[in-house]
T-cell receptor
Framework: GESVGLHLPTLSVQEGDNSIINCAYS??????FIWYKQESGKGPQFIID?????DKRQGQRVTVLLNKTVKHLSLQIAATQPGDSAVYFC?????????????FGKGTLLTVNP | NAGVTQTPKFRILKIGQSMTLQCTQD?????MYWYRQDPGMGLKLIYY???????DKGEVPNGYNVSRSTTEDFPLRLELAAPSQTSVYFC????????????FGQGTRLTVV
């Protein structure tokens, strides 16, 4: 069935380094791919999205890359800070009549070491 | 602006008991969602609503019921609690179904024993 998954369940980085969180998806029909951040004890929070017809999108300290050839999505965080420690989920949004639906991956735990 | 508010934050139920998880949002969003998050897993959609009076099933609706009598409120009902319903439940809302940004509540941690 349709699924969104992650290559690495955990990632540990030093403060100030760049972080790269990866995600594989299987539904080529999804029209948007989204990254959410979930801090301990909180609900997920939207970070950035990318439309399926784009390859790259940048936000504040974050960049999302989309490789449709290999169905791969990544989130790059520049100059990672302790406040970036969280679980990061990739999600895909269905196209057309199911565009309300977000399908979430399992998540990657990012730990930033001081 | 409170956003999405869920109550209670924690609850322990005995098998067979029932309860209602409350969710309210003050952003005048049309779409509301209930997700469950099992340990080490992503979120799975239980039910959603596109507006007052309209609800529909998500991926894992069995054992749950919802209602949407107002734009603001979207309660989730468990009628006969089972251990398999032990999970963290998140309510979310978005202005429309085409929004990629959904706003989540802080979650309700439910344990069924």
């Amino acid at each position: 069935g349709e699924s969104v998954g992650l290559h690495l369940p955990t990632l540990s980085v030093q403060e100030g380094d760049n972080s790269i969180i990866n995600c594989a998806y299987s539904n080529s029909a999804s029209d948007y791919f989204i990254w959410y951040k979930q801090e301990s004890g909180k609900g997920p929070q939207f970070i950035i999205d990318i439309r399926s017809n784009m390859d790259k999108r940048q936000g504040q300290r974050v960049t999302v890359l989309l490789n449709k050839t290999v169905k791969h999505l990544s989130l790059q965080i520049a100059a990672t800070q302790p406040g970036d420690s969280a679980v990061y989920f990739c999600a895909e949004r269905g196209a057309g009549g199911s565009n309300y639906k977000l399908t979430f991956g399992k998540g990657t735990l990012l730990t930033v070491n001081p | 602006n409170a956003g999405v508010t869920q109550t209670p934050k924690f609850r322990i139920l005995k098998i067979g008991q029932s309860m209602t998880l409350q969710c309210t949002q003050d952003m005048n969003h049309n779409y509301m969602y209930w997700y469950r998050q099992d340990p080490g897993m992503g979120l799975k959609l239980i039910y959603y609503s596109v507006g007052a009076g309209i609800t529909d099933k998500g991926e894992v609706p069995n054992g749950y019921n919802v209602s949407r009598s107002t734009t603001e409120d979207f309660p989730l009902r468990l009628e006969l609690a089972a251990p398999s319903q032990t999970s963290v439940y998140f309510c979310a809302s978005s202005y429309s179904g085409s929004d990629t940004e959904a706003f989540f509540g802080q979650g309700t941690r439910l344990t069924v024993v």
